[in-house]
């Protein structure tokens, strides 16, 4: 099989994804230890090692200064699908949806299990920002709390994208290996770009 060649924006935006995804996880399991929605101060607590900046305040410091990172390279890579009109052909569509449920050929279901997955990365990713920004700024984005229902469902659902995100990455690598080989997932991240 040829070795596939991914473009540079595409890998800029994986390299960076990883890297700041990594950070607003871990610090913000440090900020979740410190007063943890699922119990309060006595409730479940996780594995300290899991965390980010040593205590409240040092996670806060990460996840806000990372927050910066993650945004912004959402923003861009945002713009450059919109602008090369990636956005036409890169996401699952209704033949994505149609060979899941109709078709019988077994490479095409995988294909459209993998784009379906990580098309829906995205929404999760955006999720996270906004149910963010209606934590760090409660008062001036009221409505956003109120659109979750009240401040604990925003906590409760901030913080269970950090169980979906990761199970999502780690569909997304395992069917990208599925339908492309190791060689998909290196072109993603070592090998030279386009
Ligand atoms: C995928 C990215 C993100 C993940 C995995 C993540 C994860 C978390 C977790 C686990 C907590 C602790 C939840 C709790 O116990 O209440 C938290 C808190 C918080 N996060 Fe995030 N977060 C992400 C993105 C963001 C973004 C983009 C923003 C801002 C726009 C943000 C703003 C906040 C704020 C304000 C808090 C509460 C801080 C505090 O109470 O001191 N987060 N985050």
Request: proline share 4%; aromatic share 14%; no cysteine.
């Amino acid at each position: 099989m040829r070795s596939p060649i991914q473009a540079l924006p595409a890998k800029i935006f994986h390299w960076v994804s990883f890297i700041s995804l990594f950070l607003m996880i871990t610090s913000g399991l440090q900020i979740y230890n410190a007063n943890p929605v699922f119990g309060g101060r006595e409730g479940i607590h996780l594995p300290a090692i899991l965390g980010l900046g040593g205590w409240l305040a040092g996670g806060r410091h990460w996840h806000f200064a990372s927050m910066w990172i993650f945004s912004l390279n959402l923003l861009w890579y945002g713009i450059y699908v919109v602008a090369t009109k990636r956005w036409r052909h890169r996401y699952a569509s209704n033949k994505d949806i149609k060979a899941l449920l109709v078709g019988q050929n077994p490479k095409r279901k995988n294909y459209a299990w993998h784009r379906l997955v990580y098309t829906m990365i995205i929404p999760v990713l955006l999720l996270a920002i906004y149910s963010g920004l209606g934590m760090y700024k409660p008062a001036q984005f009221y409505w956003i709390v109120d659109s979750f229902g009240g401040w604990d469902a925003l906590r409760i659902t901030h913080f269970l994208i950090v169980p979906i995100a990761i199970s999502l990455a780690a569909l997304h690598s395992q069917l990208g290996r599925k339908v492309g080989g190791d060689s998909l997932l290196d072109s993603m991240f070592w090998k030279n770009a386009k």
